[in-house]
């Protein structure tokens, strides 16, 4: 079992940043994948960004340039650095941790005022 808790998000004027953390229960080593998506009202979730154990990383089209994924092993932490914020970034974000199986955060809200 891997439990995941984010925190981070808020509310920022467009143009702003926000840094998300989630903290692992268990060793970051031992989870090969680690990633961010994000859902928007009335809208399916998609797949913001994420890392491997390798470090190697993968950003949406929407977000590349914009956003940093990184993980800090020690801490068993990963973070998802948030610049030049738009409205449409608006969402509920959730952490995702894929091992043999497939763990979630409950969320965080960020919202960009335009």
């Known amino acids: 079992q891997v439990q995941l808790v984010e925190s981070g998000g808020g509310l920022v004027e467009a143009g702003g940043s926000l840094r998300l953390s989630c903290a692992a229960s268990r060793s970051a080593f031992s989870i090969n994948v680690m990633g961010w998506y994000r859902q928007a009202p009335g809208k399916e979730r998609e797949l913001v960004a994420s890392?491997?154990?390798?470090?190697?990383?993968y950003y949406a089209d929407s977000v590349k340039g914009r956003f940093t994924i990184s993980r800090d092993n020690a801490k068993n932490t990963v973070y998802l650095q948030m610049g030049s914020l738009k409205p449409e970034d608006t969402a509920v974000y959730y952490c995702n941790a894929i091992t043999r199986s497939v763990y979630w955060g409950q969320g965080t809200q960020v919202t960009v005022s335009s």
């Open positions: 890392i491997n154990s390798g470090g190697n990383t």
